[in-house]
């Protein structure tokens, strides 16, 4: 579903992203962490076509990403929710479905608005929520496009616990939809029991690649205490 080979993306002198290669399959949850300035956010925006790669290839549903198809075929939900301040809840909902051609666009979300709280917010101008409820929405724009691969660039922070733990459970049943998620966040605990594997980028670099199940047969250890093993300077 999504494929990167060699991907790197430099910035004048700082190499932000070096020789990034990786794929995700049709229904897998895979959790792109690392510390500030690893190069996370700036490997979800290439895939998403918001920066261009330096160098490398980048496909999503076998297609090439700067092509239409490509577009057509994921949806990206950023970490800060990119709303129009003068469109209210439901206008999103009807603009992003009719981007994507989604009949009946109202039966689809309605359950998902439900679920973050969102229905009595309908009408309500974007400019007037909370940066949680932006997020909500955010996520909620996501998911009704019905693309086959979501994008999370730190969907869960600004969330409230009970988002969270919504957040989680829709994850699953999109992964059960076999549709594939590509989550980067520092919240490694909100992801570790929805994610089958994890990425973590050091200073650019995937310097880890497991599914979560070998990391847990392999050791005790949460995926936090893994991941600050793998990261810290020695």
């Known amino acids: 579903m999504l494929k990167l080979m060699n991907v790197n993306k430099k910035f004048k002198k700082l190499h932000a992203v070096k020789d990034v290669t990786f794929s ?14 690893a190069g996370k956010s700036t490997t979800i925006k290439m895939i998403a076509g918001l920066l261009r790669t330096t160098s ?40 992003i479905a009719q981007a994507y051609k989604v009949d009946q666009w109202e039966e689809k979300i309605i359950p998902y608005l439900s679920r973050y709280d969102l229905l009595d917010k309908r009408k309500t101008l974007t400019k007037e929520l909370s940066k949680g409820m932006k997020q909500k929405v955010s996520i909620c724009c996501g998911i009704l496009t019905d693309a086959p691969l979501l994008l999370f660039d730190e969907p869960m922070i600004g969330l409230d616990p009970k988002a969270i733990r919504e957040t989680k459970k829709i994850m699953a ?10 989550v980067s ?6 992801i570790e029991d929805v994610c089958d594997r994890v990425l973590v980028l ?33």
Request: charged letters at 30%.
């Open 24 to 37: 995700i399959a049709p229904g897998q949850i895979v959790g792109i962490l690392g510390p500030n300035g």
């Open 56 to 95: 490398g290839e980048i496909s999503v549903n076998n297609h090439q990403v700067k092509t239409i198809a490509a577009k057509k075929s994921f949806a990206y939900i950023p970490e800060f929710p990119e709303l129009y301040e003068m469109m209210t809840v439901d206008e999103h909902m009807k603009f």
């Open 173 to 182: 049943e999109l992964k059960a939809d076999n549709k594939s998620l590509l």
């Open 185 to 190: 966040t520092h919240l490694l605990d909100s």
């Open 202 to 234: 050091k200073e650019g670099e995937v310097i880890l690649d497991r599914s979560v199940e070998d990391l847990r047969q392999e050791s005790d250890a949460s995926l936090e205490e893994i991941f600050l093993a793998v990261t810290e300077d020695v």
